[in-house]
Each structure stands twice: as structure tokens, then as C-alpha cells.
């Protein structure tokens, strides 16, 4: 790999300062390195566990602030307040990131079949019992889209029985309420209702904000297994503010775009899922959901009204099956993946196109873990898909155009329980991409279609876990042909340059270092230092650097638990520099590096738990994302002050 003496050292300095003493934790209950509910890590993949007690601790008021500071994990935010926010695993540039990295919630798809972001929005934190980051490709296991990584937000089941209510202000007339109920009907039956509501002015003027997200389930349990249904509605009013020019920047970073001064979107979204597992065997388990999500926007962008609507189905059962060898437990799963999605764009105005799109996927997978020896086991598996595309773009194919295909992958690892406390693995997982809707909509003149994206990840790694320490290190690289992205000097379909396009060969190398230690009872550190090359290996851009993705990325945060009821938690956040997103001559202005600070302070006695949570401390300047010197400037200091109690 393309790192230096000297970029190691740094790491393992890093590292060193960070693992010093964790007290030794239970095996935390996983669902993603097998998609069942697993207590042991045997899969050759490193997954991060981030808890409720992490999120409580960080004191994080949406989604996006607790990824910001994860390993392996960059983002593209729009406006500082999650309401526009993209993950990027693996070093995906801002405009295809959203693409290559799979975000789930309790193991549904959040990612679009356009090129639109999944919508964090639609998640309440205080809904979220777990999330679960899967380092790395995933596309034996996970399918289209699962390149860079796959992050599943686990969400609060109806088994616990609790009812809380919490209340919090902050800055830009910011204003918050949740509450929660959980309980018990009978024996077999419980029940679980969230609400959550927002309005704020957010940092950018033009920029209010007006959230309200209802969720509701219900679980049946049984001899044998259990069923369970939910229904949620997300409605969102969002104004935005656009980019500013450097010198706008300059002037007034609040400041909204002058020439659209009337750009909004409104959202309303309602999602239904029903899912069961049931034990058909003593050794054999049925897990299947059927899920619809459906989103409903109007609006105004860049002057011009709109209305766009999605609509997903999803059915993902899988038979789950473990049995007793000489070495250990074997477990094998085999399933089907489908999902039908339905698309709609309408504009008011004729020069830009109106789209009536369908696209479906389904894969057949199958993944077995296999023990070899009482310490050694080996993970095989394959994915069949299918993806049918047919498009009616009033520009480009105003008489429909159809595009189909179908992509074969396939997975092999291993993983060493060398001692209790270290545990050594490597892997290779094969991942695809098929091209979004409205991707296949703006290429270049003559391309009709553009090929599945397809790629390798070999990774290989180590995690160190003893009664004072925890540590990990994960080495990585992924080589991509045919990537997908939008090339802002390719030939357009119109006027103007700019289309959508496969990439020649793409690489990316890295390495992801975390440690965390618990110095005493009341005082613990934890780190994480990660490096990305990320670099175009074909093609006239051969040796540049694929834009929006910076090389190095830290974080380090540090808890106190001063008192039983007062904590302290501090967090220092380190991004380098990056060119600017879809510059791929690397010839523009580069955002230069930045590192933001935030605080948490937690006051928690009897039913009673209240704090203040500040960002951006020490009230950083710096670009949250730009492309094509337009910029969106990210927040300074600012704070949420909480209250909530639970009954």
C-alpha cells in the first residue's frame, strides 16, 4: 500500500496513547455479520458497536453527530443540522458517497433507487438502541450499493417497558420534544409509540426547519418465535439557503443564496413493516420482513417548482440454520432479497426533463461460517442479482428505455481466535453497484446506459481485547472498475458540459486505527485515527485524487464521570484537507483541513436526566462541503440545553 514510515508512526503513536485500560465488556448481541442475531463475532469482518450508553455519553441530538466522529466515516453536510447529511465510507467522493455506502435501519434499505441521499431525517435518536458499522465492502452478504461499507441503526424494541419525556432548547430558536411508551398487554403482546417534534431557524438564514416523526409497534411473541408490525410518518418543511460564493462566504457565512431566495422541500413520508421469526427446527429459524416506504415531495429548487415520489417494497426472507460440529458451531444462511421501486419527477418548467422510472432488484445469497478448528473459521459465500430499469424521460427517452443486468459475487475470509484476547482476520468480498435511475437519465451523448459498477475489497485485521485494553487495527484495499460518478467535464446531453459516467479503474487504500481505554473508574479515553488514498488508476485522470475525500481523519474524546450524577464528555474531531466534491483534474481551490470540538454535560438523578450539549466550542470557521466553488458554510458555536424524565 502507498503509506510512509512516517504516516505509520503517526498512527501507531496515536494508537499507543489511546489503549491503555478497558474493563472487559460482554459480547455485544450482532446482527449484521450474518443478518441474525449473533452474540460471538466469528465472521472476518470488523463491525463496530456503538451503544445507547455511547449515544447518552456523547450526548448527540441527531444521527449524523454520532457518524461524524466514527472510524472510516466522512461526511457531506449541507447545513450543519442532519437534515442534509450523506455518509461516505471508504473514501467515496459527496456525489456518488450516498451510492456506496447501504444504510439500514433494523435491516430495511434507507438508500434511494435515485441518486438522493438516504434520509437520516426520518430517524429519531431516542428511538435507536444500537448502531452497527460494518468496515468495508459487504456485497455478498448485503448486495447492491453495500461497496464502501453498511451502517444498521437498531432500533428500541416493545419488550422493555418504560415511558419518558424529553424537552430541549438551543440555538437558533431551536425547540424539541420526544416522548416514549413501551408496555406489556398481556404476556404475549407489548407495544411501543415514539413522537418526535422540531423547529428551528438553523444556522443559515432561509433555512427553518419544522419535523414531526410518529412511530408505532407491536410485537406478538410465540412458543416458537415471533411476529411483529410497524408503522411510522416523517413530515418535514425545510427551507434552503443554497451555496455562497468564497467572497458571500467571506462577507456573511449565514447568509442565504441571493438569486433563489424561495427554495424549499416538503416531505412527507409514511413507512409500513411487518416481519417474523419463527423457529421451524430446533436448529432451523424463518426471518423475513415485507416493508413500504413511500415519500411524497414538493418544492422549489434553484427557482424552479417540483415535485418528485418514491416508492419502495422490500421482501427479505432467509432461512438461518446452525448445528454442533466437532470444532465449534456451523451456521449457514440462505435468503432472497427484493425490492421494487417506482420513481417520479415532474418539473414546471419544460427545459428540464420530467421522469416515470421503475427499477427492480433481486438476489438470491448465501453465506456459511464455518469452524475449521476450535479457534479458526472460515466464511464462504455467493450472490446472484438481477436488475431491471425501465425509464421514460420526457428528454431523453421520451419513448421509454429499458436496461437490464445481472452481476455474480462472492466472499472468502477467515477468521483466528488466536488468543482470548486477540483475534486476527482477512477477507475478500466481491461488490456491485447498479447505475441510480436518474443517473441513466443525464449521460453523455451516444452512451446509452451505463455499466454496473463492480469491484474487490481485501482487507485484513486485528482486534485486541483484554481485561485493561481494547484495540484494532484494520488494513484495506478496494479496487473499483466502471465506478459511477458525475464528471463535470465530460460532454453533456444539453448545452452544457457535465454527465454522468463510468470511471476508468479506481482505487483506495487505508488503514483504520482505534483504541479506547478506561484510565480509572471515572475517567476514559478513546481514539481513532484513519488514512484513505484514494486515487484514479486509469484514464486521462491517471494519479489524481478522487475529490471530497480527505486522507487523514482523528478523533479523540475523553469522558469523566465526575460525580454519580454529573459527566463530563469532550470530543476533538480532525478532517484534512480535500478538494473540492466532482473535481477530478484536481485543479480548484482545496477545502483546507479543520478540527471541530464539542462538549457534553450530563446531570442524571433519580427519574431525572438533564445536560447540555455544545459543538463547535471554539466556534471553528470552516466549509461544511463545496463543488465548483459554490460553498456551504458549516455552523459555528452552538448548543442544546435538555431535559427528560422518565416515569
Known amino acids: 500500500m502507498s503509506l510512509t514510515s512516517k504516516k505509520i508512526t503517526i498512527s501507531s503513536l496515536l494508537v499507543f496513547i489511546s489503549v491503555a485500560a478497558l474493563a472487559e465488556e460482554p459480547a455485544p448481541i450482532i446482527v449484521s455479520a450474518t443478518r441474525s442475531l449473533q452474540s460471538e463475532v466469528t465472521t472476518p469482518a470488523s463491525i463496530t458497536i456503538i451503544s445507547r450508553e455511547d449515544i447518552e455519553l456523547s450526548g448527540a441530538r441527531h444521527i449524523s453527530e454520532v457518524l461524524r466522529t466514527q472510524a472510516g466515516v466522512q461526511l457531506r453536510d449541507l447545513y450543519g443540522d442532519g437534515s442534509r447529511t450523506t455518509i461516505s465510507m471508504r473514501g467515496f467522493s459527496g456525489g456518488n458517497a450516498a451510492a456506496n455506502s447501504l444504510v439500514l435501519v433494523d435491516g430495511r434499505r434507507l438508500n434511494n433507487a435515485d441518486l438522493a441521499g438516504p434520509a437520516l ?3 429519531s435518536l431516542k428511538d435507536v438502541e444500537r448502531i452497527e458499522i460494518i468496515q468495508g465492502s459487504a456485497g455478498t452478504l448485503f448486495g447492491d450499493q453495500a461497496v464502501g461499507g453498511v451502517i444498521n441503526i437498531i432500533t428500541s424494541t416493545s419488550e422493555e417497558q418504560r415511558a419518558d419525556v424529553e424537552a430541549g432548547i438551543g440555538s437558533y430558536n ?12 398481556t404476556d404475549n403482546v407489548s407495544y411501543r409509540v415514539s413522537v418526535e417534534a422540531l423547529n428551528s431557524d438553523n444556522y443559515r438564514e432561509h433555512n427553518e426547519q419544522e419535523y414531526v416523526n410518529g412511530f408505532a409497534r407491536l410485537d406478538y411473541k410465540q412458543d416458537k418465535g415471533k411476529w411483529f408490525f410497524e408503522l411510522q410518518s416523517v413530515d418535514e418543511e425545510l427551507e434552503l439557503p443554497g451555496a455562497l460564493t468564497a467572497a458571500e462566504v467571506e462577507a456573511d457565512p449565514r447568509q442565504a443564496n441571493p438569486f433563489f431566495p424561495d427554495d424549499f422541500n416538503k416531505t412527507q413520508t409514511n413507512i409500513a413493516r411487518v416481519g417474523v421469526r419463527q423457529r421451524i427446527t430446533p436448529n432451523m429459524q424463518l426471518e423475513a420482513e415485507l416493508s413500504q416506504r413511500k415519500e411524497d415531495i414538493d418544492g422549489i429548487g434553484f427557482a424552479t417548482a417540483f415535485s418528485q415520489e418514491r416508492q419502495s417494497q422490500g421482501f427479505t426472507p432467509r432461512l438461518v440454520t446452525n448445528w454442533s460440529t466437532a470444532q465449534g458451531e456451523a451456521l449457514l444462511t440462505v435468503g432472497l432479497d427484493y425490492e421494487d421501486n417506482d420513481y417520479i419527477y415532474d418539473s414546471s418548467v419544460a427545459f428540464i426533463s420530467d421522469v ?3 427499477q427492480q432488484n433481486w438476489a438470491l445469497y448465501t ?5 475449521l478448528t476450535e479457534t479458526l473459521s472460515t466464511t464462504i459465500g455467493a450472490r446472484y442479482a ?11 427517452f421520451p419513448a421509454g428505455f429499458d436496461k437490464n443486468d445481472d452481476i455474480q459475487v462472492g466472499e472468502i475470509g477467515l477468521s483466528w481466535q488466536y488468543t482470548n484476547q486477540l483475534r486476527l482476520f482477512t477477507r475478500l468480498d466481491e461488490n456491485y453497484r447498479f447505475a441510480k435511475i436518474d443517473e441513466q437519465t443525464y449521460t453523455s451523448p451516444g452512451v446509452q446506459g ?3 459498477q463492480t469491484g474487490t475489497s481485501y482487507e485484513v485485521g486485528a482486534e485486541w481485547r483484554a481485561s485493561n485494553y481494547s484495540a484494532k487495527v484494520l488494513a484495506y484495499r478496494l479496487d473499483l472498475d466502471n465506478e459511477i460518478d458525475f464528471d463535470s467535464t465530460a460532454p453533456g446531453p444539453g448545452a452544457f458540459p457535465g454527465a454522468n459516467i463510468n470511471l476508468p479503474p479506481t482505487r483506495r487504500e487505508g488503514v483504520i486505527i482505534e483504541g479506547k481505554t478506561r484510565l480509572n473508574d471515572k475517567l476514559s479515553l478513546s481514539g481513532q485515527v484513519t488514512y484513505i488514498d484514494a486515487t484514479i488508476t486509469g484514464g486521462s485522470f491517471t494519479g489524481n485524487t478522487i475529490p471530497f475525500v480527505a486522507e487523514h481523519e482523528a478523533t479523540l474524546s475523553l469522558s469523566y464521570k465526575q460525580t454519580p450524577s454529573l459527566s463530563w464528555y469532550v470530543e476533538g474531531h480532525y478532517i484534512g484537507e480535500r478538494y473540492q466534491d466532482s473535481d477530478y483534474d484536481n485543479s480548484l481551490n482545496k477545502l483546507p483541513g479543520f478540527t471541530v470540538f464539542n462538549l457534553h454535560l450530563q446531570y442524571a438523578a433519580s427519574s431525572w436526566n438533564s445536560g447540555i450539549r455544545v459543538n463547535n466550542i471554539f466556534d471553528k470557521a470552516y466549509v461544511g462541503y463545496a463543488t465548483f466553488d459554490s460553498y456551504y458554510p458549516a455552523p459555528g458555536i452552538n448548543a442544546e440545553l435538555y431535559a427528560a424524565y422518565r416515569f
Open 367 to 371: 453465506q456459511l461460517v464455518y469452524p
Open 356 to 358: 416515470n422510472a421503475t
Open 121 to 123: 431525517n426520518s430517524i
Open 450 to 452: 451505463l455499466e454496473t
Open 174 to 185: 431551536k425547540k424539541r420534544v420526544n416522548a416514549q411508551l413501551a408496555n406489556a398487554i
Open 386 to 396: 438481477e436488475v431491471e430499469n425501465h425509464i421514460v424521460d420526457s428528454t431523453a
